[in-house]
């Protein structure tokens, strides 16, 4: 027998199963987490903002109309707390350096190379750290966790148009920055 779908499990919540919650709770736990980790920075504050969006959700089920899929509305909860915890804590790492330098970055094969490396590693997180929140939140979602523009307006309730600028003048000011701290050197 197939396993029920999250519209199937969502009635089941509201007719009073918590079972079906907890098979909800079961299914999306790891994509919340690593979304939560992902813009706070940290596994403490994750699980706790994972755990406070579960525990919203579950009081919140009988606002879900079901205009978009039960995780794409999950999602848009974890990522509100996580953005509501980053402006209350005044937090602004929504990347780790590393990971999002792996992506960028290739590492080097000489100690030369590692401490350009690093340097270029620091600056590029000053550079991400510095962007507006708006910004960061859009290039976040969109480069580091690979979303749609579609699925970022969804996430972010704005427009389409709107999140393509942000992203936009995000990579231009990131850009801007890596090169007037990266003076090139005559020689």
Known sequence: MDSPSDAELVQEVRNGSRRAFTELMRRHQQRVYRTARRLIGNHDDAEDIAQETFVKAYLSLGDFRGESSFFTWLYRIAVNLSLNALRKRQLITYVRE????????????????????????????????????????????????????????VLLRTSVGGLKANYHHALRKVQEMMRDENPKTSG
């Open 98 to 153: 590393s990971e999002l330098m792996r992506r960028v970055i290739p590492g080097g094969q000489d100690p030369a190379q590692e401490t350009q490396h690093r340097e270029t590693e620091s600056r590029l997180h000053q550079a991400v750290e510095s962007l507006p929140e708006k910004q960061k939140a859009v290039f976040v979602l969109r480069f580091y966790d690979a979303l749609s523009y579609d699925e970022i307006a």
